[in-house]
T-cell receptor, first 113, second 113 residues
Framework: QKEVEQDPGPLSVPEGAIVSLNCTYS??????FMWYRQYSRKGPELLMY????GNKEDGRFTAQVDKSSKYISLFIRDSQPSDSATYLC?????????????FGKGTKLSVKP | DARVTQTPRHKVTEMGQEVTMRCQPI?????VFWYRQTMMQGLELLAY????????DSGMPKDRFSAEMPDATLATLKIQPSEPRDSAVYFC???????????FGPGTRLTVL
C-alpha cells in the first residue's frame, strides 16, 4: 500500500461546478498537508497548506483535513476553465531528515466552459 | 520575479549517453530538491541538499545518478549511462529550509531512446 493514495481521474466538470478532490494516507505521523496545482508542461505550485484538522479557506479554495480518517480534501467553488490542471496532494512528517514531501500521483481536472 | 530555472527544458538522447541537467535555485534559498515525475510513479524525490551539502539521496539510483551543488547558485543532476527507463520530467525545487514551501522549476523533459 502506497503511503498516499489519490484518484488520478480525469475529472471533467462544467464551469461553475463545485469540485472535490481527495487523498487518503496510511501513516498517522504525517502532520503537514499541502495541495499543489500543476498546469500542463509546468512545475507544481503550492496552492494550500495546512497542519491541523478542520477547514482552511482561501478564496474559492477550501482545504479540509480529517486526521482521524487519514483523509484530506480540496474543494473548488465556482470552478473556472483556468482551474483546469493536475492537483497533487502532498504531506510530510515533522522535522529532521523526514522533512521531505510525499506526493500523491495527482488528479487531472478539466473545467469545461 | 524570483523563479527556479532549469536547463535544458527538453533533452533527447540515446541510451548510454551522459545527461546533465542544471538548476538555478531562487537566490537566498539554501535547500534544493531534485524530483522525477512519471505517469506511473508520480512525483518522486531523488535527492536534496541544504547549504550545498547532500542531506538525503536515498531516492536516487546510485550506480548511474549523481547530484551536486558546485556553488549556491547551481545544482546539477547527472545520469551516466542513461537508459530508456530514465525517461521522465526532472524537477528542481528550492526553499528557505527543508520544512519551508518548495518552489518548483519548469522541469527538464528527458527522453532516452
Amino acid at each position: 500500500q502506497k503511503e498516499v493514495e489519490q484518484d488520478p481521474g480525469p475529472l471533467s466538470v462544467p464551469e461553475g461546478a463545485i469540485v472535490s478532490l481527495n487523498c487518503t494516507y496510511s501513516n498517522s505521523a504525517f502532520q503537514y498537508f499541502m495541495w499543489y496545482r500543476q498546469y500542463s508542461r509546468k512545475g507544481p505550485e503550492l496552492l494550500m497548506y495546512t497542519y491541523s484538522s478542520g477547514n482552511k479557506e482561501d478564496g474559492r479554495f477550501t482545504a479540509q483535513v480529517d486526521k482521524s480518517s487519514k483523509y484530506i480534501s480540496l474543494f473548488i467553488r465556482d470552478s473556472q476553465p483556468s482551474d483546469s490542471a493536475t492537483y497533487l496532494c502532498a504531506m510530510r512528517y515533522y522535522g529532521g531528515s523526514q522533512g521531505n514531501l510525499i506526493f500523491g500521483k495527482g488528479t487531472k481536472l478539466s473545467v469545461k466552459p | 520575479d524570483a523563479r527556479v530555472t532549469q536547463t535544458p527544458r527538453h533533452k533527447v538522447t540515446e541510451m548510454g549517453q551522459e545527461v546533465t541537467m542544471r538548476c538555478q535555485p531562487i537566490l537566498g534559498h539554501n535547500t534544493v530538491f531534485w524530483y522525477r515525475q512519471t505517469m506511473m510513479q508520480g512525483l518522486e524525490l531523488l535527492a536534496y541538499f541544504r547549504n550545498r551539502a547532500p542531506l538525503d539521496d536515498s531516492g536516487m539510483p546510485k550506480d548511474r545518478f549523481s547530484a551536486e551543488m558546485p556553488d549556491a547558485t547551481l545544482a546539477t543532476l547527472k545520469i551516466q549511462p542513461s537508459e530508456p527507463r530514465d525517461s521522465a520530467v526532472y524537477f528542481c525545487a528550492s526553499g528557505l529550509s527543508q520544512l519551508d514551501t518548495q518552489y518548483f522549476g519548469p522541469g527538464t523533459r528527458l527522453t532516452v531512446l
